[in-house]
């Protein structure tokens, strides 16, 4: 399959993976270190907002013993000790193992919808990147800059690297207006332009509703923090598929609030449901499939 950020010229060789090695095996890999890198992920998660190390070893949160290496194998760690410490016994959450399940599916998922190429290692580091973000959303309500600011740095170094790297690379949204009027300029700062295009779409339009909304009813619509994060994620995806994200983020929203509302004793939505979590889901959505979305909608309703 072909990634939905890049055109066919980009990595014409992505169709020969299948003469290196059968396309299971990636599939395997893939699942593998998915489930590994959530694990690191759950490290995150629990630790970023309360601002510690992420390079102390795990151990139990109620009785702080360590955990042993061979007990922190993704997933199987989980069900090898029934849930449960096995020095104190307290039930260790669900959600470890879920999340490290979840990330190692949504690998799988991105090498199925991009293929084996040099967008692929960004793609994963995208899509991890949002789970963290839309986990940590969802326990704290905050997006930290620690997480946003450099997700936005990486995007831009990505959007200018990767044409100077890799000279046959188009990204997609450098092909449709405005950006396509700057054709025969260097191929890094098209792509660059993009990138500057889509954050100020994917940013700037989040930053105009909260400040119209509060001009207008006194209160806060959303935070800085889902401003921030879409800097990022327009910077990479480009203005198309930032705006996709947020219509996703909002269809998401229609769906997912309605469990996680049920959950709640306080039903008030802008105080109980984070932006943040639509957000993500729908930066994972407009990667994997929002170009084809897009000509989907285009081709029938234009």
Known sequence: MKSPQVTARAFPYQQHKHRILPDLYFYIVLFVLGACIGSFLNVVIY?????????????????????????NLPIFGWLILGGKCASCKAPIAWRYPAIELLTAVLFTLTYWQIGWNAFLPVALVFVSTMIALVFIDADHMILPNVITYPMFVLALAVRIVYPLVFTNLVFDDTMYWPIFGLHGNPAWFVSLAGALLGALVGGGSLWLVGFLWKLLRGVDAMGLGDVKMMLGVGALLGWRLSLLTIFAGAFAGALIGIVILSR???????????????????????LLFGERMIGWYLARFM
């Open 264 to 286: 709640q004793k306080d039903k008030t939505l802008q105080a109980q449901i984070p932006f943040g979590i639509f957000l993500g889901t729908g930066a994972v959505i407009s």
């Open 47 to 71: 630790r970023v907002p309360e601002e510690r190390s992420l390079m102390t070893s795990s151990a139990c949160p109620k009785c702080d013993t360590p955990i042993p290496f061979y007990y």
